[in-house]
T-cell receptor, first 110, second 114 residues
């Protein structure tokens, strides 16, 4: 059975801090790893990673995948209160579906 | 604009009643999915459909039923057999099943049993 583990489950920081969110996985025939941000309702897509060592960046957010060690990290630099959300990691394997982790609840205090 | 519409946003159900959650997409996606989200549990797959007139059980299908009579629509019925239905329900779609490009999500329905 495919498995995705995120850590930490929750995190409280101050504005301006840098945070690193972790995602490890066990999946048959790995195809892709995705990061989503969920503020109140619908998760919104952040990154899709398929190859090791290639960093994806979008503004203050970046992510990288290590397919040998089976993990990914999501970095957020100079955090803002608007970054407060649940960050979801999901992995696609050989079957039809994405398997999600439990998410990391990030709270950024002013 | 293309997207997924879930309705209603909030739903209250009495114990013993069946309720149906609506999910409609105009993205021309073949695959559709229903997830349940509980605090601290992440997203768990209830049912999915790869094409019209076909659907399969996910990891937590007991107490739920679905239909896929049209490509655009994938309603979820929460039956009285579901022991703990209070949760946030998310519908999603993808171009094809297992698409590497991930899912587009609806805004969710929050179901509360009273």
């Amino acid at each position: 059975e495919d498995k995705v583990v995120q850590s930490p489950l929750s995190l409280v920081v101050h504005e301006g801090d840098t945070v690193t969110l972790n995602c490890s996985y066990e999946v048959t025939n790995f195809r892709s790893l995705l990061w989503y941000k969920q503020e109140k309702k619908a998760p919104t897509f952040l990154f899709m990673l398929t190859s090791s060592g290639i960093e994806k960046k979008s503004g203050r957010l970046s992510s990288i995948l290590d397919k040998k060690e089976l993990f990914s990290i999501l970095n957020i630099t100079a955090t803002q209160t608007g970054d407060s959300a649940i960050y979801l990691c999901a992995v696609g394997g050989s079957n039809y579906k994405l398997t999600f982790g439990k998410g990391t609840l990030l709270t950024v205090n002013p | 604009d293309g997207g997924i519409t879930q309705s209603p946003k909030y739903l209250f159900r009495k114990e013993g009643q069946n309720v149906t959650l609506s999910c409609e997409q105009n993205l021309n996606h073949d695959a559709m999915y229903w997830y349940r989200q509980d605090p601290g549990q992440g997203l768990r797959l209830i049912y999915y459909s790869q094409i019209v007139n076909d659907f399969q059980k996910g990891d937590i299908a007991e107490g739920y039923s679905v239909s896929r009579e049209k490509k655009e629509s994938f309603p979820l019925t929460v039956t009285s057999a579901q022991k703990n239905p209070t949760a946030f329900y998310l519908c999603a779609s993808s171009i094809v099943a297992g698409s590497n490009y991930g899912y587009t999500f609806g805004s969710g329905t929050r179901l509360t049993v009273v």
